[in-house]
């Protein structure tokens, strides 16, 4: 079936270093979206990517969206402890308009 | 309403129990779609209704789960004989449904209902 595959699981970083998270579908995607989820919370919105090799970024934080528009990235530069959570992204599929979610990267900050 | 709301925040059952979780999606919103969350883990889909349309229920893990939405509105999960496994966060999205790839398909979350089966 249709997939998103999310890399790595886990991130320990120290803070005021980079933190990057991959995602990779095993088709193109219509658009693909990023989610936030603190400790507790639920996910809440980021960002949308929806065309071929997109670039977009809000302050430390920059998504890109692939050429194929089957991957995508989110990279934060010098992380803060604000930043701990998980981020998901979610590949919309054009077939059914279900988005499909990657499995999340736990962005950790070493103590 | 101002967002997605979802009753009850916590439920506690035995197992062998039946529970139903409700979810109040935002208003005007025609998709809407149920997840699992266990403790440290990613999402799970679960069920997705879009308006009128016929309920995609592929995540569904057992026939112990099922979920209606009345009216195109309120949604109703529940899980009969209930199992310790069930245990998890069921989280419950809403948005506005299929449209433009102009940020439509935004999903908006509810807090969550922490079910634990004792």
């Known amino acids: 079936g249709q997939q998103v595959m999310q890399i790595p699981q886990y991130q320990h970083v120290q803070e005021g270093e980079d933190f990057t998270t991959y995602c990779n579908s095993s088709?193109?995607?219509?658009?693909i979206q990023w989610y936030k989820q603190r400790p507790g919370g639920h996910p809440v919105f980021l960002i949308q990517?929806?065309?071929s090799g997109e670039v977009k970024k809000q302050k430390r934080l920059t998504f890109q969206f692939g050429e194929a528009k089957k991957n995508s990235s989110l990279h934060i530069t010098a992380t803060q402890t604000t930043d701990v959570g998980t981020y998901f992204c979610?590949?919309?599929?054009?077939?059914?308009?279900?988005?499909?979610w990657g499995a999340g990267t736990k962005l950790i900050i070493k103590p | 309403g101002a967002g997605v709301s979802q009753s009850p925040s916590n439920k506690v059952t035995e197992k062998g129990k039946d529970v139903e979780l409700r979810c109040d999606p935002i208003?005007?919103?025609?998709?809407l779609y149920w997840y699992r969350q266990s403790l440290g883990q990613g999402l799970e889909f679960l069920i997705y209704?879009?308006?009128?349309?016929?309920?995609?229920k592929s995540g569904l893990p057992s026939d112990r789960f099922s979920a209606e939405r009345t009216g195109g509105s309120v949604s109703t999960l529940t899980i009969q004989r209930t199992q310790q496994e069930d245990s998890a966060v069921y989280l419950c999205?809403?948005?506005?449904?299929?449209?433009?790839?102009?940020?439509?398909?935004?999903?908006?979350f509810g807090p969550g209902t922490r079910l634990l089966v004792l």
């Open positions: 088709t193109t995607l219509s658009n």
């Open positions: 208003s005007g919103h025609t998709a």
């Open positions: 979610a590949g919309l599929m054009d077939s059914n308009y279900q988005l499909i």
């Open positions: 990517l929806v065309k």
């Open positions: 999205a809403s948005s506005s449904g299929p449209g433009l790839a102009g940020g439509k398909e935004t999903q908006y």
């Open positions: 209704f879009q308006g009128n349309s016929a309920p995609d």
